[in-house]
């Protein structure tokens, strides 16, 4: 089993940055590919950014991903922040096929 919590999410203002930390306990040998996902009011869970073991990265623009590997901690910087990137953001993780969830943390952007 592996428990994901994220943190670092709160209220930003158009055009400001956040940084989400994600840290990985319990059973975490052989975590592949971890990511970061979003679901926004009245909307699907989407795709954010995803690293894998090697660090390679996919993620959206203004977004970086980055793995501190013997942390076993991820980042999310998001940059240059919209009302459109508000929602609930939530930490996952592949183990062998399964994938792992955090609870989420609350980004909101407002004036």
């Known amino acids: 089993q592996v428990h994901l919590v994220e943190s670092g999410g709160g209220l930003v203002q158009p055009g400001g940055s956040l940084r989400l930390s994600c840290v990985a306990s319990g059973n975490i040998w052989q975590i592949n590919d971890m990511g970061w996902y979003r679901q926004a009011p009245g909307r699907e869970r989407e795709l954010v950014a995803e690293i894998t073991r090697l660090g390679n990265t996919d993620n959206k623009s203004r977004f970086t991903i980055s793995r501190d590997t013997p942390k076993n901690t991820i980042y999310l910087e998001m940059n240059d922040l919209e009302p459109e990137d508000t929602g609930v953001y939530y930490c996952?993780?592949?183990?062998?096929?399964?994938?792992?969830w955090g609870q989420g943390t609350q980004v909101t952007v407002s004036s």
């Open positions: 996952t993780a592949n183990q062998m096929g399964t994938w792992y």
